[in-house]
């Protein structure tokens, strides 16, 4: 019996020992509720309790502040201010806290519709700008094809205007054959062409003889001169002769 006894009081000190060490490590977990909060702590004091670990009311109440993460911060301190930790429970710190965290919860949730109606509202701002400057390009595309269309019908009618107006100059009724002297038709297009180079060449030739003739007559006639010249010198050199 006294071993069994011994046994047992040794299973309850190392029993304490861990739970004591878990009381003093104690902290909210990452996204933690106070009410998961509460009940892991409850367990742990109900335990150390029952082994003999007496606590009071100021100490559990200032461990369940210290466990909290800084966002609770204000929270904790309008709490140590106001309320007397002494006379406080641990019931009533945590029905306190559980307020504050449905107060900050409704914050969030209203904080995250804010932010997704901003970012609604920021995509549809650049949906629209988007599609204002895709009008914007429209719109000008659409007036710099009616500008080039417009040069384009321009340029398109003083082609038609001088085309005409130079195939209506362009009448061969008003123009005169330099070749055969004859209206209607131009030099080139000459229907007596092969008739007026026949002609051409008959009078180079006949300018030719009668070219060569008059040169001919020229030297016939310097010649005759020269002789007669001659007979005139003989002429006077016998007078002169008679006399002596």
């Given at each position: 019996m006294?071993?069994?006894?011994?046994?047992?009081n040794?299973?309850?000190?190392?029993?304490?020992?861990?739970?004591?060490?878990?009381?003093?490590?104690?902290?909210?977990?990452?996204?933690?509720?106070?009410?998961?909060?509460?009940?892991?702590?409850?367990?742990i004091?109900?335990?150390?309790?029952?082994?003999?670990?007496?606590?009071?009311?100021?100490?559990?109440?200032?461990?369940?502040?210290?466990?909290?993460?800084?966002?609770?911060?204000?929270?904790?301190t309008?709490?140590?201010?106001?309320?007397?930790?002494?006379s406080?429970?641990?019931?009533?710190?945590?029905?306190?806290?559980?307020?504050?965290?449905?107060?900050?919860?409704?914050?969030?949730?209203?904080?995250?519709?804010?932010?997704?109606?901003?970012?609604?509202?920021?995509?549809?701002?650049?949906?629209?700008?988007?599609?204002?400057?895709?009008d914007?390009?429209e719109?000008?595309n659409?007036?710099?094809?009616?500008?080039?269309?417009?040069?384009?019908?321009?340029?398109n009618r003083?082609?038609?205007?001088?085309?005409?107006?130079?195939?209506?100059?362009?009448?061969?009724?008003?123009?005169t054959?330099?070749?055969?002297?004859?209206?209607g038709?131009?030099k080139?297009?000459?229907?007596?062409?092969?008739?007026?180079?026949?002609?051409s060449?008959?009078?180079?030739k006949?300018?030719?003889?009668?070219?060569?003739?008059i040169?001919?007559?020229e030297?016939?006639v310097?010649?005759?001169?020269?002789?007669?010249?001659?007979?005139e010198?003989?002429?006077?050199?016998?007078?002169?002769?008679?006399?002596?």
């Amino acid at each position: 019996m006294e071993v069994t006894h011994e046994g047992t009081n040794d299973v309850k000190r190392a029993r304490k020992h861990t739970l004591i060490q878990e009381y003093e490590m104690f902290r909210i977990l990452k996204g933690e509720s106070i009410d998961e909060v509460q009940k892991r702590f409850t367990h742990i004091i109900n335990h150390l309790m029952s082994l003999g670990k007496t606590f009071d009311k100021e100490e559990l109440n200032i461990k369940i502040l210290k466990c909290l993460e800084r966002s609770w911060q204000p929270k904790v301190t309008t709490i140590s201010e106001s309320k007397d930790l002494t006379s406080l429970t641990t019931a009533s710190l945590f029905s306190k806290l559980r307020e504050h965290e449905l107060e900050m919860n409704r914050l969030n949730v209203q904080k995250s519709e804010d932010k997704n109606v901003r970012s609604i509202a920021l995509k549809a701002a650049k949906h629209k700008s988007k599609q204002d400057s895709s009008d914007e390009s429209e719109e000008e595309n659409l007036s710099l094809l009616s500008k080039n269309f417009s040069r384009f019908l321009k340029r398109n009618r003083n082609k038609e205007r001088y085309g005409n107006k130079k195939t209506s100059d362009f009448n061969c009724n008003n123009y005169t054959c330099f070749g055969c002297g004859e209206q209607g038709h131009i030099k080139v297009d000459c229907p007596n062409k092969e008739s007026n180079e026949k002609k051409s060449s008959y009078k180079k030739k006949k300018g030719k003889s009668r070219r060569a003739y008059i040169a001919w007559d020229e030297n016939e006639v310097s010649s005759s001169s020269s002789s007669s010249s001659e007979d005139e010198k003989a002429n006077i050199c016998l007078i002169a002769e008679g006399d002596d």
